[in-house]
């Protein structure tokens, strides 16, 4: 029940982000003139039409969904969201004491007109319009009160026992007096302010941090692009809200329950009620970097051995990325370490390693991306930091994001200098690495070594690779080499060969990729996808594509990893990477995507792929006319890849001890 909570709380929180980035971007093309039309043929000016209905349409039944069925069950569980009619009097004591001696003093309440004008209203914030009648004059007017969550937080804990909340704002609807004494209240309403967050620095920005920073002070004054009403608010506090911001009827959004449902996480954090919450999983050290007699394994020597694949959250982030340069940088061999962060956690260790590396003599290099998005603040603070440290830090290409996930230690080995590499398909991020389903590669191999290398110099100096040697990379090779592998594995299907294609990413919305899909489908190959997200292909559609198939698992775990495989005859090419078929990935991104050679590590990535096809717990099917339906097992024992992918790693971590005792060979245990 509780991770319902959250799911409510991430899925309110999305939808923010969509109103911030993608429908704000709608509205500037608006304002422009822009009439910028996508296949669908819709005009801006449609399309947020279109939004708005869709959006009143999930938004009743989140609120349906909240309200009327999870709210009640939390009761029955003994976790209670109060309002002040449904709180015994010994609570409402309680809250009347709590309000005056810690909301009160974080209160300002602001009247609009006699002389002062509209007052502005941060992004995502939380208030209260209060209608005030003066009982002297009769005259009336309206005022704001911000609610202050960000200090207070979103509930209030209300007695000892710590299962019961009230909502900030229903504590100081309840005191309006208290803020306004000698006039009369005589109604309020909540409502939130959603604005543009979005922003573009210039090609031709001569200090990107700068650019950056500048962006970032504007972002808090963008255009407001949606306004949230609690429904049933009076008519004339309405109209003047609307009024004073100058909205349009489409970015008015009237909410029936809760505002801001993006809060509930911390309901969903409560510290009681484990039965409520999916049973603990606790990542595993993959079985060869688990070292003997309590000691940690040699990295570098496993990946000589041969290429290393971890799989998170199964296998521990800790134990093996995190491992790996801490290894790197005690390590008196290692000469230089070079990472790219695009999103990362406050509390990561591989920053401040890398300022260690700096310290000990060894050349650390760390391509900071500072536009990624909502994490700009953070990524800028790290990059001073390394700065400071004397760590080489680049901050990428005006015109592009670098999302490329990896990681480059060049350590003297003897005569010569060997290159060890990490691959990944998600960021380095500790907290994500926990809910966050994605591969991460080691390996040695001179070519993809020198490839990694070739970017770095691309990345940090003025060289643009022509040719790599094994690597996909964006924005100059990618899409080509997409298209091209389609097309190889269409000609061994003609050519009497068995052929597939199995693809898993966030996002398929490139529409050269896509035709070049639906040209496999009309050629007989049979095409799986696993989309999580934005799909805009069709599968299904007669005379098209009648051969593809395409499901999402939406689990406990954000399915976030990106892996293509092309089955032709004998040979299956599998490639992860940091990239999904987008033309942002593809046009205005450096990313990079690597063949996976190990024939085990590929079986491994197969096996994962035909579990996500086989699931019918969390996975749901595309249909031709564009809607999702969920699968279920029927009669059967159903099937969720990520429990079993749980279960095997789990199992698989115990198998080093069998090595160990000779119970089976060493080559066994590595391909185990």
């Given at each position: 029940?509780?991770?319902?909570?959250?799911?409510?709380?991430?899925?309110?929180?999305?939808?923010?982000?969509?109103?911030?980035?993608?429908?704000?971007?709608?509205?500037?093309?608006?304002?422009?003139?822009?009439?910028?039309?996508?296949?669908?043929?819709?005009?801006?000016?449609?399309?947020?039409?279109?939004?708005?209905?869709?959006?009143?349409?999930?938004?009743?039944?989140?609120?349906?969904?909240?309200?009327?069925?999870?709210?009640?069950?939390?009761?029955?569980?003994?976790?209670?969201?109060?309002?002040?009619?449904?709180?015994?009097?010994?609570?409402?004591?309680?809250?009347?004491?709590?309000?005056?001696?810690?909301?009160?003093?974080?209160?300002?309440?602001?009247?609009?007109?006699?002389?002062?004008?509209?007052?502005?209203?941060?992004?995502?914030?939380?208030?209260?319009?209060?209608?005030?009648?003066?009982?002297?004059?009769?005259?009336?007017?309206?005022?704001?009160?911000?609610?202050?969550?960000?200090?207070?937080?979103?509930?209030?804990?209300?007695?000892?026992?710590?299962?019961?909340?009230?909502?900030?704002?229903?504590?100081?609807?309840?005191?309006?007096?208290?803020?306004?004494?000698?006039?009369?209240?005589?109604?309020?309403?909540?409502?939130?302010?959603?604005?543009?967050?979005?922003?573009?620095?210039?090609?031709?920005?001569?200090?990107?941090?700068?650019?950056?920073?500048?962006?970032?002070?504007?972002?808090?004054?963008?255009?407001?692009?949606?306004?949230?009403?609690?429904?049933?608010?009076?008519?004339?506090?309405?109209?003047?809200?609307?009024?004073?911001?100058?909205?349009?009827?489409?970015?008015?959004?009237?909410?029936?329950?809760?505002?801001?449902?993006?809060?509930?996480?911390?309901?969903?954090?409560?510290?009681?009620?484990?039965?409520?919450?999916?049973?603990?999983?606790?990542?595993?050290?993959?079985?060869?970097?688990?070292?003997?007699?309590?000691?940690?394994?040699?990295?570098?020597?496993?990946?000589?051995?041969?290429?290393?694949?971890?799989?998170?959250?199964?296998?521990?982030?800790?134990?093996?990325?995190?491992?790996?340069?801490?290894?790197?940088?005690?390590?008196?061999?290692?000469?230089?370490?070079?990472?790219?962060?695009?999103?990362?956690?406050?509390?990561?260790?591989?920053?401040?390693?890398?300022?260690?590396?700096?310290?000990?003599?060894?050349?650390?290099?760390?391509?900071?991306?500072?536009?990624?998005?909502?994490?700009?603040?953070?990524?800028?603070?790290?990059?001073?930091?390394?700065?400071?440290?004397?760590?080489?830090?680049?901050?990428?290409?005006?015109?592009?994001?670098?999302?490329?996930?990896?990681?480059?230690?060049?350590?003297?080995?003897?005569?010569?200098?060997?290159?060890?590499?990490?691959?990944?398909?998600?960021?380095?991020?500790?907290?994500?690495?926990?809910?966050?389903?994605?591969?991460?590669?080691?390996?040695?191999?001179?070519?993809?070594?020198?490839?990694?290398?070739?970017?770095?110099?691309?990345?940090?100096?003025?060289?643009?690779?022509?040719?790599?040697?094994?690597?996909?990379?964006?924005?100059?090779?990618?899409?080509?080499?997409?298209?091209?592998?389609?097309?190889?594995?269409?000609?061994?299907?003609?050519?009497?060969?068995?052929?597939?294609?199995?693809?898993?990413?966030?996002?398929?919305?490139?529409?050269?990729?896509?035709?070049?899909?639906?040209?496999?489908?009309?050629?007989?190959?049979?095409?799986?996808?696993?989309?999580?997200?934005?799909?805009?292909?069709?599968?299904?559609?007669?005379?098209?594509?009648?051969?593809?198939?395409?499901?999402?698992?939406?689990g406990r775990f954000l399915e976030h990893s990106r892996v293509y495989a092309f089955r032709r005859g004998e040979e299956t090419r599998v490639l992860m990477g940091s990239a999904d078929m987008m033309p942002r990935n593809l046009d205005s991104r450096v990313e990079l995507v690597t063949p996976v050679e190990d024939p085990a590590l590929r079986d491994d990535m197969l096996d994962v792929l035909e579990r996500c096809f086989a699931d019918d717990e969390n996975s749901w099917e595309l249909?031709?006319?564009?809607?999702?339906?969920?699968?279920?097992?029927?009669?059967?024992?159903?099937?969720?890849?990520?429990?079993?992918?749980?279960?095997?790693?789990?199992?698989?971590?115990?198998?080093?001890?069998?090595?160990?005792?000779?119970?089976?060979?060493?080559?066994?245990?590595?391909?185990?």
């Amino acid at each position: 029940m509780l991770e319902r909570v959250r799911f409510c709380g991430i899925y309110a929180s999305n939808l923010d982000e969509f109103y911030m980035v993608r429908v704000a971007g709608l509205f500037d093309q608006l304002d422009a003139g822009i009439d910028a039309r996508g296949p669908d043929g819709l005009a801006p000016s449609e399309q947020i039409d279109r939004i708005q209905q869709r959006v009143l349409e999930l938004d009743d039944r989140l609120h349906a969904c909240f309200g009327g069925e999870i709210r009640p069950a939390l009761e029955e569980h003994g976790i209670r969201i109060i309002t002040l009619a449904s709180a015994s009097e010994a609570e409402r004591r309680e809250i009347d004491t709590r309000f005056h001696e810690q909301v009160f003093p974080a209160l300002t309440p602001l009247v609009i007109g006699m002389g002062r004008p509209f007052p502005y209203i941060s992004n995502l914030s939380l208030s209260l319009g209060v209608l005030l009648r003066d009982p002297e004059s009769g005259s009336e007017i309206i005022a704001r009160v911000k609610v202050p969550k960000e200090l207070l937080g979103r509930f209030l804990p209300v007695g000892d026992d710590g299962d019961t909340f009230i909502p900030l704002e229903e504590v100081i609807a309840a005191n309006l007096e208290a803020l306004f004494p000698g006039i009369d209240v005589v109604d309020y309403g909540f409502f939130r302010v959603t604005r543009d967050a979005d922003f573009t620095v210039s090609d031709e920005a001569d200090d990107l941090l700068q650019a950056v920073q500048d962006e970032l002070r504007r972002r808090r004054f963008g255009e407001v692009v949606r306004l949230e009403i609690a429904a049933g608010m009076n008519p004339k506090l309405r109209d003047q809200l609307i009024g004073a911001l100058r909205l349009e009827d489409r970015e008015v959004y009237d909410v029936d329950g809760l505002i801001d449902l993006g809060d509930l996480g911390s309901i969903a954090d409560i510290p009681s009620h484990a039965e409520l919450r999916y049973s603990p999983w606790s990542p595993v050290t993959q079985p060869r970097l688990q070292g003997e007699e309590g000691e940690p394994a040699d990295i570098f020597a496993e990946i000589r051995l041969g290429d290393v694949l971890v799989h998170h959250p199964y296998d521990s982030f800790t134990t093996s990325v995190e491992r790996f340069v801490e290894q790197a940088v005690s390590d008196p061999d290692v000469l230089a370490i070079k990472q790219t962060v695009y999103r990362t956690s406050d509390d990561s260790p591989l920053v401040p390693w890398l300022i260690r590396a700096s310290e000990r003599g060894k050349q650390a290099v760390c391509m900071v991306e500072l536009k990624a998005r909502f994490d700009e603040e953070a990524n800028i603070h790290w990059a001073q930091a390394l700065e400071e440290a004397g760590v080489h830090v680049v901050y990428g290409i005006p015109g592009l994001k670098t999302h490329v996930k990896a990681l480059l230690v060049v350590r003297r080995e003897g005569d010569r200098v060997r290159e060890y590499v990490h691959i990944g398909t998600g960021n380095y991020h500790p907290k994500t690495a926990r809910i966050y389903t994605d591969f991460g590669l080691f390996t040695a191999d001179p070519d993809i070594g020198a490839d990694v290398a070739a970017m770095f110099n691309f990345l940090t100096g003025y060289a643009r690779p022509a040719v790599y040697r094994k690597m996909l990379v964006s924005p100059t090779t990618m899409r080509d080499r997409f298209i091209e592998e389609i097309e190889r594995t269409v000609a061994a299907h003609e050519a009497g060969e068995e052929a597939r294609i199995s693809l898993k990413m966030n996002s398929l919305v490139d529409a050269a990729c896509i035709r070049a899909l639906y040209a496999a489908s009309q050629a007989g190959v049979p095409v799986d996808l696993n989309v999580r997200g934005i799909c805009c292909l069709r599968p299904r559609v007669e005379g098209i594509s009648e051969n593809i198939r395409v499901v999402s698992i939406v689990g406990r775990f954000l399915e976030h990893s990106r892996v293509y495989a092309f089955r032709r005859g004998e040979e299956t090419r599998v490639l992860m990477g940091s990239a999904d078929m987008m033309p942002r990935n593809l046009d205005s991104r450096v990313e990079l995507v690597t063949p996976v050679e190990d024939p085990a590590l590929r079986d491994d990535m197969l096996d994962v792929l035909e579990r996500c096809f086989a699931d019918d717990e969390n996975s749901w099917e595309l249909g031709s006319d564009g809607s999702w339906t969920r699968n279920s097992p029927g009669d059967g024992p159903g099937r969720s890849v990520q429990r079993e992918l749980r279960e095997i790693h789990a199992a698989r971590s115990a198998e080093p001890l069998a090595a160990a005792t000779g119970e089976f060979p060493r080559e066994e245990a590595r391909l185990g």
